[in-house]
């Protein structure tokens, strides 16, 4: 019974064309539902759009720290370019600009496939940059392929370029390493860790036959890292490092005591590490001086120019770039060059802490682990904390390869944080009582 003007009426009871129109609208929502199904980008493929343009747009386009990671490193990126032009390869600035576009060209391309998709390619990618390491080291290939650069094989002549399979090895092992690592707990065991150290021993070993020191050893911060954002046990990661370090001191032993046909290392390692325990190698020595001889300020381009011309740096554009760096600007442009680092690494790691799967987490924290590592060994190498194994300055040293890699890794990293955020939208017709409103 309800009131109205002061009189008591009956309800009507509905009629039977109400029921059927409220039955009509009910089927229709649900059919409108189950045809509307999302692709991975949030759009329907039938149907209307389960989500607003706008969304989408907002989603995109709203600032995250993977713009923090592209334009820091283009920034560096920008620096190696002028650097370059003061060492004793200024040509190698032009051919590093074209190098540069090439590579933010590439970026783009790593936004196009779904974190799942490339999640599921992980392995057969780290197959076929193996395929191409064991091509490096087949003998009877002509020089004219497969040049020698520095007593290493290295590097494949495609023609337009020389491409070095180490730097693309770096990206599809840490692809493949993190799809191992997402879902599994067995690595929190010390017989767990095998599979991860077996998958990373494989393209080491291929990178050390080249001989090429300094990309092999870039592999192991990138796995400790990884091992330790999955959650692998430290206690046991801190004994295979105590093992590991067992390993280079008894190397060490055994150059002062063995004969030289019993040695392991090769003879140019041996010197190395001889002239890092004694007396250090020229070349480090006149890095030194040269980073010493900037001060706080530097000498200025032109005469930094003059500098690099008359005290012949060798490797200057690749191996001893910081060196040039700190002489031309001084103490205060190495320390900006180490805070873009650091904010260029950092950023991955905090795209990586935003993300929600296991996958593009651990890709984004061994993109992290291994261009921090590679830029601060090289640093050391500089000033003479670390003898010289062939390790490059990321972004700011000369090289296509190492660029481009680098570049891909940033693209990846965008691709994570994007699809990230336009997952979190809610689709527009997605209602959790839509068929209770109508009963």
């Not at 003998?139 to 070095?164: E, K, T």
């Not at 001086?289 to 740096?313: H, P, T």
Request: aromatic share 10%; charged share 15%.
């Amino acid at each position: 019974m309800v009131r109205g003007h002061g009189l008591s009426q009956k309800r009507k009871p509905p009629s039977l064309h109400c029921h059927r129109h409220c039955r009509i609208r009910r089927l229709r929502r649900r059919s409108l539902r189950a045809n509307c199904k999302p692709d991975h980008l949030g759009i329907a493929t039938g149907g209307i759009p389960l989500k607003s343009f706008f969304k989408v747009l907002s989603a995109l386009l709203t600032p995250n720290f993977s713009w923090v990671t592209l334009l820091s490193g283009v920034a560096l990126a920008v620096i190696g370019i002028n650097v370059l032009t003061g060492t004793t390869e200024p040509a190698a600035a032009a051919k590093q600009t074209k190098w540069l576009m090439i590579s933010l060209g590439m970026m783009a391309f790593t936004w196009l496939p779904h974190p799942k998709t490339i999640g599921y390619t992980s392995f057969i990618l780290f197959l076929v940059t193996l395929a191409l390491l064991v091509f490096l080291l087949i003998p009877g290939i002509p020089n004219s392929i497969v040049p020698v650069r520095n007593n290493a094989r290295s590097w494949i002549n495609l023609g337009f370029m020389n491409m070095q399979p180490s730097e693309l090895t770096k990206i599809t092992f840490i692809l493949a390493l993190a799809w191992y690592l997402r879902h599994r707990d067995n690595y929190r065991t010390l017989a767990g860790l095998l599979p991860p150290f077996f998958i990373m021993f494989i393209p080491v070993i291929l990178i050390l036959k080249e001989p090429d020191l300094g990309s092999a050893v870039m592999f192991v911060p990138a796995l400790f890292f990884m091992l330790i954002a999955a959650g692998a046990k430290l206690n046991h990661l801190f004994t295979l490092v105590g093992i590991g370090l067992l390993g280079i001191a008894l190397n060490i032993v055994m150059i002062y005591t063995l004969p030289n046909d019993m040695q392991i290392l090769k003879k140019y390692q041996r010197e190395r590490i001889t002239q890092f325990v004694g007396t250090k190698p020229e070349q480090q020595q006149m890095a030194m001086r040269l980073v010493g001889s900037g001060g706080l300020w530097g000498y200025g381009e032109d005469r930094s120019k003059l500098i690099m011309r008359y005290n012949f740096l060798p490797e200057n554009e690749n191996d001893m770039v910081f060196a040039v760096v700190v002489n031309r600007w001084g103490l205060i442009g190495g320390l900006t060059v180490i805070g873009l680092y650091t904010v260029f690494t950092g950023s991955i790691l905090l795209v990586g802490a935003r993300l929600k799967e296991p996958f593009p987490r651990l890709v984004c924290v061994g993109f992290a682990g291994l261009l921090f590592c590679q830029g601060a060994m090289n640093i050391s190498m500089t000033l003479g904390l670390l003898p010289i194994t062939g390790i490059t300055l990321p972004l700011i040293s000369y090289g296509g390869s190492s660029l481009l890699s680098t570049f891909l890794m940033v693209g990846l990293v965008m691709n994570f944080a994007t699809r990230s955020r336009s997952i979190l939208v809610r689709p527009s017709f997605e209602y959790d009582n839509a068929d209770a409103i109508f009963q």
